[in-house]
């Protein structure tokens, strides 16, 4: 890595890099990535190790502070993310003015937004305790407001936390409780989803957390900046690729068509791309869906569900990874891949996949946003460009035109 920082002062010169495939943003000590290794560490812990021992609310604290919570710690950090995960009664208003077929990520993002609204006293950003609080706050909010957007979208009243259940479990109710019927879960469920979580929750300098940083970086307020996050994940190049896929293996619809299916995604005059293939920094397998593709053969048959889906994408996955085109661009599943299929297993409709990811990543974004604001020196992020337009020319008035 070359700093090239004091180049515009020194020379005037500055690079091009589109897409900022060579560029660092900044310096961060949370979440390391080999690609080509296809190695993934939160604040130097393998993301296999935390996947097999930990929880997605220790892992949250950790992304937060840089160490394992003592138990100490976590019950304090555990009892305060219970504790803020209602959502203000006035909120729910803010819900009615949504087209009942409003797509969740939009209700999500602007629903994120608003708590700069109800949450003032938090936008002192120079305070790290006020920083901190809203840490705890989005990360205790996130699951209520998402179960919240999936509850209006099918008509139902709101449920309320319950607080004498952990986080997964907590939102499983939220999402899927219907008044007056207690909901039995499999416990296996929010296990799955707590992986689920894990695995998501932060991936350094991808897009929408690049976003969070550079909107942070022009000091706004936490809740805009995760809510601008929101947005960027949304994106089917980026979050948005867990509900491609599973859109994408309905469509092939049976293992006989996979062949076609890798046909056209080599076709360089079609627009359609094999969704949950390639990643920008991995060459090599993602090491999040190595995990999620064991756990998802295991979640399946504990809930007892039989997907033929699942059949797709591993025929897929077989073929795409023998094929010459994805071998020499070395187009691997990424953790999107299979996904999917484990959130449809949990009952989790498809619209609600990016909101997912949203809940899980809030952890690494807040905690950019945090390392942002503790850096001494971090400047406003202001890329860029090489000009292709017009040389000086005369304003010509509108009758001569
Ligand atoms: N299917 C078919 N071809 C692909 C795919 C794909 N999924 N991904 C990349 N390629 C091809 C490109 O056409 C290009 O081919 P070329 O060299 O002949 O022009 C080459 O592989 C390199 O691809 P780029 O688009 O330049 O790679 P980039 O690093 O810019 O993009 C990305 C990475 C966006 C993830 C891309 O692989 C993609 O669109 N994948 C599908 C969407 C997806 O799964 N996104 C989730 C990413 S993970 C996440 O955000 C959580």
């Known amino acids: 890595c070359i700093d090239i920082s004091s180049l515009y002062k020194s020379t005037g010169h500055f690079t091009f890099d589109p897409g900022f495939a060579a560029t660092a943003s900044t310096k961060s000590a949370i979440t390391y990535i080999d690609g080509d290794k296809g190695v993934l ?37 555990e009892h305060h993310v219970t504790h803020h995960s209602m959502m ?22 602007s629903a994120i937004a608003s708590l700069s609204a ?14 901190k609080m809203a840490a705890i706050r989005l990360i205790a909010k996130m699951p209520t407001i998402a179960a919240a957007c999936y509850r209006y979208s ?29 909901l039995e879960m499999n416990p296996v469920a929010a296990k ?24 942070g970086s022009t000091g706004a307020n936490p809740y805009a900046s995760v809510a601008a996050g929101i947005a960027a994940l949304w994106g089917p190049a980026h979050g948005g690729a867990n509900e491609a896929v599973l859109k994408m293996l309905e469509e092939i619809g049976t293992p006989d068509n996979v062949e076609s299916a890798v046909k056209r995604a080599k076709d360089k005059n079609d627009s359609f791309r094999l969704m949950g293939f390639g990643h920008r920094v991995y060459k090599n397998f993602d090491p999040r869906a190595k995990i999620i593709r064991k756990t998802c ?17 591993m025929k897929l996955e077989e073929a795409a990874l023998k094929d010459e085109y994805f071998v020499e661009r070395k187009l691997y599943p990424n953790v999107d891949f299979y996904s999917g299929i484990i959130y449809k297993a949990l009952g989790i409709p498809t619209e609600m996949f990016t909101v997912m990811f949203a809940i899980a990543r809030t952890a690494g974004w807040i905690s950019h946003w945090i390392e942002h604001h503790e850096t001494p020196g971090s400047r406003i992020g202001r890329p860029r460009q090489v000009y292709t337009g017009a040389t000086p020319r005369d ?7």
């Open 88 to 109: 203000h009664e006035s909120q729910k208003h803010f819900f009615r003015g949504f087209h009942h077929d409003a797509h969740p990520m939009a209700m999500l993002c």
């Open 154 to 182: 099918i008509g139902w009243p709101f449920r309320y936390p319950r607080n004498n259940l952990e986080y997964c479990d907590r939102f499983l109710h939220q999402m899927f409780e219907v008044p007056s019927e207690p």
């Open 297 to 313: 053969h295991e979640v399946l048959d504990a809930l007892g569900v039989s997907d033929p889906l699942l059949d797709v994408a």
């Open 395 to 401: 304003y010509v008035a509108m009758g001569k035109r």
């Open 41 to 77: 560490l939160y604040r130097g812990y393998p993301i296999e190790q935390l996947a097999e021992n930990s929880s997605f609310l220790e892992v949250a604290y950790l992304l937060l502070n840089g160490e394992l919570p003592s138990e100490g710690e976590f019950k304090t950090f």
């Open 118 to 131: 109800f949450y003032h006293d938090d936008l002192d950003i120079e305070d790290p305790e006020q920083r």
């Open 192 to 215: 799955a989803l707590d992986l689920l979580f894990i695995l998501h929750a932060d991936h350094e300098q991808n897009a929408s957390t690049s976003t969070v940083r550079l909107v």
